[in-house]
């Protein structure tokens, strides 16, 4: 009996264990409802909206033409140059020699991250292109046309996707603060360059930009590519991405 109650003193409520785990796990679900819900949110909203009306919202003219207002010579090439830059085939050089170092590095879960998140994109960007149908803006003859459909933006997508990667690769450093800085001016100014040549309208821009956050913030969740090393205490190396984390090796012990 004495055995009993001691057990049942030291078994926390159900109620306890909520509370000490909100507490212990604040930061993340702040970041899944901030990075991944909300953008979500925000998605699908758009997506309906633009279902049942094509022209979009009100306030798709109006930005875009406050933006075409500020056309020069100067800001033509400017954003042409930034047009062929966040290319998504643009893109894939540059993931692709990252995805060689992390290889020859033997970082699979960074690896892991990188082609999941980058197939991804593609394949979400493409898909709710061909759902969705919505032609681009013709308010006026672009200097880099599009043929394409116009929602989400395959460059705003393609920026969010690049700098996501590089901030989680670089999650454990010092540097990924000049990630994330210069990382956020690339993401608006690519933004921008899309409205400025009028191929899409703001809301096609911002589809993108919440369809991706959700995504590879979302996937960072599951593979974890931030956890690169486990700190060793007994002053032996450091174990390294191959290693599984704690709650990995015991998911696969219970199967």
Not at 52 to 63: M, Q, T
Not at 162 to 184: E, K, P, Q
Not at 207 to 221: C, D, K, N, P, Y
């Amino acid at each position: 009996m004495e055995k009993v109650k001691k057990a049942n003193k030291e078994s926390p409520s159900p109620l306890s264990f909520i509370k000490n785990l909100l507490i212990a796990r604040w930061r993340s679900l702040l970041l899944l409802l901030i990075g991944v819900y909300l953008p979500l949110q925000v998605f699908e909203i758009l997506i309906v909206k633009i279902w049942e009306n094509k022209a979009g919202f009100p306030w798709d003219v109006p930005i875009l033409l406050a933006v075409h207002s500020t056309a020069n010579p100067q800001l033509d090439v400017l954003a042409v140059a930034l047009a062929k830059i966040g290319e998504p085939w643009t893109a894939v050089p540059i993931l692709g020699a990252i995805a060689l170092i992390l290889l020859l590095q033997k970082r699979w879960r960074s690896l892991a991250y990188l082609l999941t998140v980058s197939a991804g994109s593609v394949i979400i960007n493409r898909t709710a292109k061909e759902l969705m149908h919505r032609v681009r803006p013709q308010l006026w003859q672009s200097i880099a046309p599009e043929s394409s459909f116009a929602f989400p933006s395959g460059h705003a997508m393609t920026s969010i996707t690049v700098v996501a990667i590089l901030l989680f690769l670089t999650w454990d450093s010092s540097r990924r603060w000049l990630v994330l800085i210069f990382g956020s001016l690339y993401v608006i100014a690519i933004g921008w360059c899309r409205l400025y040549l009028g191929v899409h309208f703001p809301s096609d821009v911002l589809a993108g930009l919440m369809v991706a956050l959700s995504w590879t913030i979302g996937v960072s969740f599951i593979i974890k590519p931030y956890r690169t090393i486990a700190k060793s205490v007994d002053g032996d190396r450091p174990e390294d991405e191959t290693t599984l984390l704690p709650e990995e090796r015991e998911l696969i012990n219970k199967e």
